[in-house]
């Protein structure tokens, strides 16, 4: 069974590392939720890659944009870490006893 991940911080060379790592093992990791301040462009392009629904954006303009365009509609937009509690919970209320989520946070 593959091990859920959340990279907070996914767009910071510590996070695109950490990525890089994810993809070259890929068949024991998939990847649940990624996270960025600004950098909309890199964290589509990591969420395109890892086949990732559930993204954080926490500075409040980027949000906004990616929200209101029509074009990013396939995906789950954040504005804040308390949507993280909301992202986790949705896993666990499918009652997988053996689910298990990693939690990486890149600072």
């Known amino acids: 069974m593959r091990k859920k991940i959340a990279i907070l911080g996914s767009t910071g060379s510590i996070g ?3 990525l890089n790592i994810v993809k070259a093992d890929s068949k024991s990791f998939e990847v649940v939720l990624l996270t960025a301040h ?12 890892f086949n990732v629904r559930n993204l ?43 689910l298990k989520v990693i939690l990486l946070i890149i600072f």
């Open 56 to 98: 954080i954006v926490t500075d409040k303009k980027t949000y906004e944009y990616l929200t209101a365009n029509s074009k990013y509609k396939k995906y789950q937009f954040f504005n804040n870490f308390y949507s993280f509690k909301k992202i986790l919970n949705e896993f666990f209320l499918l009652k997988i006893n053996s």
């Open 38 to 49: 600004k950098n909309y462009k890199e964290l589509l392009k990591q969420s395109k890659t």
């Open 16 to 18: 695109k590392s950490l």
